[in-house]
């Protein structure tokens, strides 16, 4: 399942050296306006220390982790819906994505120029947020104009179509998000195909530096402000820095734990960025393992498991007959899979199973 985050944000925020940072890829990163053109991509493990255990446990030759692929967007300015800074080239970008991580700047540093000449998160998102709000307006009108004539001949679908979509256009014009407006799933089916920017889940990464004044640890008025906007949003955030973590990005074992130690840099914030971005999509994962491999497989919450299969094979769906799980933990605790069973924590399940987070599976087609 190939799931992509737009890194988003305005320019010189940190948005390139975090990408490096989690794909240890190399991207321009210097400190200027559009230095990143075209965007980068690249895929990301996704932490997960029972993916490991799991090997451990089967003495696994092969370990092939969850991945979610982040898009390293060029800088957005004010103005981008209008075709300002390649806006609408960097628009088109995000709108291939299924999700936003949107950098916010929270330090201050005379050598690292800041667009609008002044560092404040608040405001920074608010122009970032109103650019993907107005290039949504401007979606949402030409699609109204072009059902007009069916709603005109008594089409029912298209009168559904076009109250839904009035009720985001009045959402829109208000300067709030498109997924601010509350939707059932009938209703989702006439905005899907749109691919609103702001219909798309947002995680607002919070970029410090060390050594740089950083807001977070001032207690700086702003930072206060910041959450609290970011509260009313109904958003979640993390807290990074950018640059320490790609400077760590090129260390391993001792040697990065002992550097992170002496930057005092206590928690892994690009690993939080990625778990964060996972949930954040609404997704699960599954375990298959054995002597030649152990893998986590992605899939969306609430999947059935004939569904599940399909991350394996498409095969799977049609095929399925029933599947062997037992959860992860209890599998471990078990020593074997022979305890295992004897214990009752095997089970064999048909169509209709859920997959929860943390199974492990063994297919029957």
Same mark, same amino acid.
């Not at 210097?30 to 895929?43: K, L, Q, R």
């Not at 690292?112 to 009108?141: C, F, R, Y």
């Given at each position: 399942?190939?799931?992509?985050?737009?890194?988003?944000?305005?320019?010189?925020?940190?948005?390139?050296?975090?990408?490096?940072?989690? *794909?240890?890829?190399?991207?321009?990163?210097?400190?200027?306006?559009?230095?990143?053109?075209?965007?980068?991509?690249?895929?990301?493990? @996704?932490?997960?220390?029972? +993916?490991?255990?799991?090997?451990?446990?089967?003495?696994?030759?092969?370990?092939?982790?969850?991945?979610?692929?982040?898009? #390293?967007?060029?800088?957005? @300015?004010?103005?981008?819906? /209008?075709?300002?800074?390649?806006?609408?080239?960097?628009?088109?970008?995000?709108?291939?994505? #299924?999700?936003?991580?949107?950098?916010?700047?929270?330090?201050?540093?005379?050598?690292?120029?800041?667009?609008?000449?002044?560092?404040?998160?608040?405001? &920074?998102?608010?122009?970032?947020?109103?650019?993907?709000?107005?290039?949504? &307006?401007?979606?949402?009108?030409?699609?109204?104009?072009?059902? /007009?004539?069916?709603?005109?001949?008594?089409?029912?679908?298209?009168?559904?179509?076009? #109250?839904?979509?009035?009720?985001?256009?009045?959402?829109?014009?208000?300067?709030?998000?498109?997924?601010?407006?509350?939707?059932? #799933?009938?209703?989702?089916?006439? @905005?899907?195909?749109?691919?609103?920017?702001?219909?798309?889940?947002?995680?607002?990464?919070?970029?410090?530096?060390?050594?740089?004044?950083?807001?977070?640890?001032?207690?700086?008025?702003?930072?206060?402000?910041?959450?609290?906007?970011?509260?009313? +949003?109904?958003?979640?955030?993390?807290?990074?820095?950018?640059? @320490?973590?790609?400077?760590?990005?090129?260390?391993?074992?001792?040697?990065?734990?002992?550097?992170?130690? /002496?930057?005092?840099?206590?928690?892994?914030?690009?690993?939080?960025?990625?778990?964060?971005?996972?949930?954040?999509?609404?997704?699960?994962?599954?375990? *298959?393992?054995?002597?030649?491999?152990?893998?986590?497989?992605?899939?969306?919450?609430?999947?059935?498991?004939?569904?599940?299969?399909?991350?394996?094979?498409?095969?799977?769906?049609?095929?399925?007959?029933?599947?062997?799980?037992?959860?992860?933990?209890?599998?471990? &605790?078990?020593?074997?899979?022979?305890?295992?069973? /004897?214990?009752?924590?095997?089970?064999?399940?048909?169509?209709?199973?859920?997959?929860?987070?943390?199974?492990?599976?063994?297919?029957?087609?």
């Amino acid at each position: 399942m190939a799931l992509a985050i737009g890194i988003v944000g305005l320019p010189n925020v940190g948005k390139s050296t975090l990408f490096n940072a989690l *794909t240890k890829k190399s991207v321009p990163a210097e400190n200027y306006p559009f230095c990143t053109i075209d965007p980068s991509v690249g895929a990301v493990a @996704v932490p997960d220390e029972r +993916l490991y255990k799991l090997s451990a446990f089967s003495q696994t030759k092969k370990i092939i982790p969850a991945a979610v692929e982040f898009v #390293d967007i060029a800088g957005l @300015v004010k103005g981008a819906s /209008e075709g300002e800074g390649l806006g609408n080239q960097f628009l088109s970008h995000i709108r291939e994505t #299924d999700a936003i991580a949107e950098v916010v700047r929270i330090f201050e540093d005379d050598n690292v120029i800041h667009v609008h000449g002044a560092v404040d998160p608040v405001s &920074d998102i608010e122009t970032i947020n109103l650019e993907l709000i107005l290039a949504d &307006d401007q979606t949402v009108t030409k699609r109204l104009a072009n059902i /007009e004539k069916d709603v005109k001949r008594g089409d029912k679908e298209a009168a559904k179509e076009k #109250d839904v979509l009035q009720r985001i256009s009045a959402a829109l014009k208000q300067a709030h998000l498109a997924r601010s407006v509350a939707l059932v #799933d009938d209703e989702q089916i006439f @905005v899907r195909n749109l691919h609103l920017l702001t219909m798309k889940p947002i995680l607002y990464v919070l970029n410090k530096k060390a050594g740089g004044k950083n807001l977070d640890e001032m207690n700086d008025p702003r930072y206060i402000k910041l959450l609290e906007y970011i509260k009313s +949003l109904n958003a979640h955030y993390v807290v990074v820095d950018a640059g @320490v973590e790609h400077d760590l990005s090129q260390l391993e074992g001792e040697e990065k734990e002992m550097f992170r130690a /002496e930057l005092g840099v206590k928690d892994d914030g690009v690993n939080d960025l990625i778990r964060k971005s996972y949930e954040m999509l609404g997704l699960d994962t599954y375990f *298959t393992t054995g002597e030649v491999e152990t893998r986590a497989w992605t899939i969306k919450k609430g999947s059935t498991a004939p569904v599940a299969g399909m991350a394996i094979h498409t095969d799977f769906k049609d095929k399925f007959i029933r599947a062997e799980i037992v959860f992860w933990k209890d599998l471990l &605790d078990a020593g074997s899979y022979g305890a295992a069973r /004897e214990k009752g924590l095997v089970r064999i399940e048909g169509k209709e199973y859920i997959v929860k987070d943390g199974d492990v599976i063994e297919f029957r087609i």
